[in-house]
């Protein structure tokens, strides 16, 4: 098992900046992708950011590419999402996930970003 923990989360003024961190514990060593997802009111879970476990590679969604930054840091088993030029689209409750091969096991509790115009 995987547990993750994210922190950061609150509310900030349109084009102000975030940054969310998920602490992972457990057998880590199992978990070869992790990852940020973000649900708004009324809407499906969407994909934000994906990184491996190396750290080299990332992926992001067109609608964050440029704004925010995934990272993680594996001595610490902590992944860090940082979010600048927020909007208040980016509104929703963000979570941790980590997994393998493409599929995401464990979930975070997740932290709600609140976006203000």
């Known amino acids: 098992q995987v547990q993750l923990v994210e922190s950061g989360g609150g509310l900030v003024q349109a084009g102000g900046s975030l940054r969310l961190s998920c602490a992972a514990s457990?057998?880590?060593?199992?978990?070869?992708?992790m990852g940020w997802f973000r649900q708004a009111p009324g809407k499906d879970r969407e994909f934000v950011a994906a990184i491996t476990r190396s750290g080299g590679s990332t992926t992001y969604a067109d609608s964050v590419k440029g704004r925010f930054t995934i990272s993680r840091d594996n001595a610490k088993n902590t992944m860090v999402l940082q979010m600048n030029s927020l909007k208040p689209e980016d509104t929703a409750v963000y979570y941790c996930?980590?997994?393998?091969?493409?599929?995401?096991?464990?979930w975070g509790q997740g932290t709600q970003v609140t976006v203000s115009s």
């Open positions: 457990g057998r880590t060593w199992s978990t070869s992708r």
């Open positions: 996930a980590a997994g393998a091969n493409n599929m995401y096991n464990y």
